[in-house]
């Protein structure tokens, strides 16, 4: 099992920044990619920006160049800049684990961010 517990939301200005922050707990070792995905109101959950084990990054089109995922240890973060209304949404941390017939999915808890004036 993994337990995953964010924190860094909040309310910010347009064009404002805002680390998050992802600890994970338990099988840690398993894991094979984190990543961060968002829920707008009325919005399917997205998926925002993702690490795998060697260090490959994904992003959403949305976010590249003003969001930056980066994992130390236990511990994945997300650096968002140059927010926008647009981002506001739930954020939610992820990992997963697979192996050849199976694939395991874990969440957090969630974490709120607004960007309004």
């Known amino acids: 099992q993994v337990q995953l517990v964010e924190s860094g939301g909040g309310l910010v200005q347009p064009g404002g920044s805002l680390r998050l922050s992802c600890a994970a707990s338990?099988?840690?070792?398993?894991?094979?990619?984190m990543g961060w995905y968002r829920q707008a109101p009325g919005k399917q959950r997205e998926l925002v920006a993702a690490?795998?084990?060697?260090?490959n990054t994904n992003y959403a089109d949305s976010v590249k160049g003003r969001f930056t995922i980066s994992r130390d240890k236990n511990t994945v973060y997300l650096q968002m800049n140059s927010l926008k209304p647009t981002d506001t949404a739930v954020y939610y941390c992820?990992?997963?684990?697979?192996?050849?017939?199976?694939?395991?999915?874990?969440w957090g808890q969630g974490t709120q961010v607004t960007v309004s004036s």
């Open positions: 992820n990992a997963a684990r697979w192996g050849s017939d199976y694939v395991d999915a874990y």
């Open positions: 690490i795998i084990s060697g260090g």
């Open positions: 338990g099988s840690i070792f398993t894991i094979n990619a």
